[in-house]
Each structure stands twice: as C-alpha cells, then as structure tokens.
C-alpha cells in the first residue's frame, strides 16, 4: 500500500514539473515583449560612434581648458603665460622663436587672446593664441616643444553696393546707411582729385559698388571699389576699376584718369642733403631726432613750386619753420614747405594754386643752418617719405586695352543706374568677379 502511494506522488510531481517548464517556454521574456527575438541584439560599449571632438583654432581642445582674454594696456606676453605656470626659460625661447613671425613685443592693447591650459591641478599653459587683427591669428605652442605659428584665416569676397543723398555730411550719411567706415575713406581717395570732401554740400549723392571681405560670414573689411558715381555741386564724376598692367587705377567714363601726377621734386635744380629718417642727428641742437621731410640744398632765392594744384592752408612765419606754405591738394595728400626766404606774390591762406606754380623761395629762416627746403609730405593725416610713397598712376587707358575697357564700363555703369538711393546697402551674391 505504501508503494502505491510513493509511486502515485512521483507522478503527480513529474506531471507538475513538464506544465510548469511548457509555461516558462511559452511566456515571453519582458525586454522582448512585442519584438520577434531575431531583432534582439546587444551593442558592446567599445563600438559606440565617439562623439566628435571639439576644435577651436585646428587644435582639439577635449582634454583643455579654455581661458579668454583680451591685451591690457603695457601687458606682456610673459606676465601673461607666468600666471600659468609657464617657466621663464620658455617664454625666452618663445620670444626668440616668435621673432621672424610676430613680435611679441607688439602686442596691441584690447586685442583678443586664448589660453589653452592642462585639465589638471597645475593648468599649465599648452597654447597661446593671439589674434591680431580679424583675418589672422598667432599660434604659440608650448606643449612638448616650442613653436610659433601664424594663420591666416579663409576670407570671403562679395560684392556690395551703397548709395545716398547727402543731408549733412558723407560720413553721417554713408554710416547712417550701416556703411563700413573704411568705404568712406575708400571713396574719398578714389574721388580725392574731383570732389573736395571738405566742402560736400547738401543734396549731393553717391553709389558704389565695392568688395565685403567676410570671416566666417562676419564682415571684416572691404576690397576694391569696383565702380562709383558722385554727383557734386550739380557735376557728373564717374570712377571704373580698371587694370592695364600698372596696379589699381580708376577712369572716368572717356578713360581718361581719376589721378593727377605730382612733381617729383618741388626744384628744378637741386641736391638731396638730408632724407625722412626716424632718427638724424640734427646740426642745430646736436641730438637726435627724428626728421620727417627731404631736405633739399639750394641757393638763397631758388623759386620753390607746389608739386600740384590746392589749397593754401598756411602762409606764415613759426619760431622752428621759418617762413614756410602749407598746401592741401584733396582729402587725401597735403604738402609744406619750410624755411622760405619770402613768399610770392599771391601765396596767403584760402588762395588756389596749381601744379608747378612758384609759392616761395628757398632760404634758412627758423631752425636752419644753411639754404635749404625742407619738404613734409602728408598721406591721409600722416607724415610719409616723400621720396617713397606709392602714388596712383596717371597714365589713361591706352589703345591695347580700350575695347576691353569700354566692355568693363558699360557694365559698370549699368550695374551703378540700376541702383535706387533709398535702398541703402544691399548685398548680391555675385563675386566681384563675375563683372
């Protein structure tokens, strides 16, 4: 009997045993519910896409700290890089490396610069990258081993146009108009010989058409004026870009040049007795300093001529000048002559005067110890070597190159009546190129 009893048990746990395995198998597993089990997989974590690194001046900056800045005013490049632990040995031999590429001694106050320092306790300077202007960069490596490096950044051309009715002064308008400053400056050296900027009057008018140079679709400077038009004092001025060998010249609608040549010299006969120099030692006050004109040797008497046609804007004695003329041509050059025996007649401030027109005679008054002129030649505001300054051309088109002038101009002048004064600055996605 009690046989029967154990045997009949093992049954009954058999039995149970098969029902509960044929239910598990039936059951579906809860991350596969809904899901036939052929789309199941598992990704190992060493196959997963890495994210992209981050770059910033083609350096990955991953594993590196970021520290903006800008120059302060007398700050150096070592009181710079000492705060982050960069040795003096390093900075030395950086200065010495950076000397045929940018110097540091130069460093322009308010300009940007970027530290890239160890992600670490001591956050040691790795790069320094400082930025000059908008175009380019200087790259100062110092991780592993010292280098200096300077990039240029990819720069856009297109092409642009401005126009506007003066209401008070050009500068108010064309910057009214979101006009960059430097087109102004532009404008006024391509017309400096046909429309006096000092007097541009109401109801005068202007278009151009002009290159934008872009820096990562910011706006970073201009190129060439392409073509421009000014209506002053009720007079027609046409200017077209156009090139015949010589560099950048600008023509009026016949060919003819926008330039006027000045005279290379303002004496005929004369010797060269002391150039512009940052430092001469000068024979009066037996120190050195600098000398900003061409002195010109020449008897007591000697006519002196103004290079070109202008303005008198001065015509008087001063304790170091002597008697001496100051003679603005345009917007952009102005001229002086110094230590003048005598005036001619006629030479008083506000009187106009012409290419080679005799304005005084040479002689030794105020700060001299001889006969001499001494010729100061000024470039938008600024005193240069009139013996090196670049003027523009004069020549006009010439026979080789006039049908493929006219071509140019035609289209120039078409793309300029095309555009409406009250339409500002507008920008087309044509290249300066394609005119």
Not at 226 to 247: K, L, M, S, T, V
Not at 311 to 321: C, F, G, L, P, S
Not at 331 to 340: A, D, E, I, K, R
Request: net charge positive; proline share 4%.
């Amino acid at each position: 009997m009690k046989s029967k009893v154990t045997g009949g048990f093992f049954l009954v746990v058999l039995l149970t045993a098969a029902i509960v395995f044929y239910l598990v198998q039936k059951t579906p597993a809860p991350a596969s519910i809904g899901r036939s089990a052929d789309t199941v997989r598992v990704i190992a974590a060493d196959t997963m896409p890495a994210a992209p690194p981050k770059i910033i001046y083609g350096i990955n900056i991953d594993s590196l700290d970021v520290i903006e800045n800008v120059i302060r005013p007398n700050q150096f490049l070592g009181e710079i890089l000492s705060k982050h632990n960069v040795s003096d040995r390093e900075i030395h031999e950086l200065s010495q490396k950076s000397r045929e590429v940018h110097d540091v001694r130069k460093l322009v106050s308010r300009k940007k610069y970027t530290l890239l320092c160890s992600r670490d306790s001591i956050q040691k300077v790795q790069y320094m990258i400082y930025e000059p202007s908008n175009t380019e960069y200087v790259i100062y490596k110092i991780k592993d081993s010292i280098e200096v490096l300077r990039q240029v950044r990819k720069i856009d051309t297109i092409r642009s146009q401005a126009a506007g009715i003066i209401e008070s002064s050009l500068w108010e308008t064309m910057t009214n108009a979101g006009t960059d400053p430097l087109l102004i400056h532009a404008l006024s050296e391509v017309f400096a010989w046909q429309v006096d900027f000092y007097r541009v009057q109401k109801g005068d008018k202007f278009k151009v058409i002009y290159e934008k140079l872009l820096v990562e679709d910011q706006p970073v400077g201009i190129g060439k004026i392409i073509g421009a038009y000014f209506n002053h004092f009720g007079n027609d001025y046409y200017a077209i870009y156009f090139d015949q060998g010589n560099g950048i010249s600008y023509f009026d609608e016949k060919g003819q040049s926008l330039q006027k040549q000045f005279l290379r010299a303002p004496l005929k006969y004369n010797r060269i007795s002391s150039r512009y120099t940052r430092r001469r030692f000068h024979p009066v006050l037996k120190r050195y300093k600098a000398h900003l004109g061409t002195d010109y040797a020449a008897p007591t008497g000697t006519p002196i001529r103004s290079v070109g046609d202008g303005i008198v804007e001065e015509a008087r004695y001063a304790k170091y000048n002597g008697r001496y003329v100051k003679v603005r041509h345009n917007s952009v050059y102005t001229t002086q002559y110094l230590h003048m025996s005598g005036f001619a007649s006629g030479i008083r401030k506000g009187a106009r005067i012409k290419q080679g027109q005799v304005i005084g005679y040479v002689g030794s008054t105020g700060l001299a110890n001889g006969p001499h002129l001494c010729f100061r030649f000024w470039k938008n505001g600024q005193q240069v070597d009139a013996l090196k300054v670049e003027l523009p051309p004069s020549e006009p088109v010439t026979e080789k190159y006039k049908a493929a002038y006219e071509v140019i101009k035609e289209a120039i002048i078409s793309n300029l009546n095309k555009i409406d004064y009250s339409t500002g600055e507008e920008e087309t996605l044509a290249t300066s190129k394609q005119l």
